[in-house]
């Protein structure tokens, strides 16, 4: 099989850094055509740390509403326990 190197540029869609440091490009086993190549990158570092700080806010609010959810839930359990072992 030939060796090829192909030079590739992949930019960030969402704020268009360049994505060179996490890329890898290969030819996958199981395609017999030797120009298919795969090449996966990753998120650059600024839309990560941006898309963890805004995940982070989300998080904490469905947190604090799954918390006070489960907390009258079990509020309301216990409150049945309690009645039915008759304390
Ligand atoms: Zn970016």
Known sequence: ??????ELEVFCSTCGSELTTDSETESPSGYSNNHAFKVTVSPCGKCLEERFEEGKEEGK???IEQGKKEGK???????????ESGN
């Open 1 to 6: 099989m030939p060796e090829i190197t192909v």
């Open 61 to 63: 609010e469905e947190g």
């Open 73 to 83: 839930e079990e509020a309301e359990e216990a409150k049945k326990e309690g009645v």
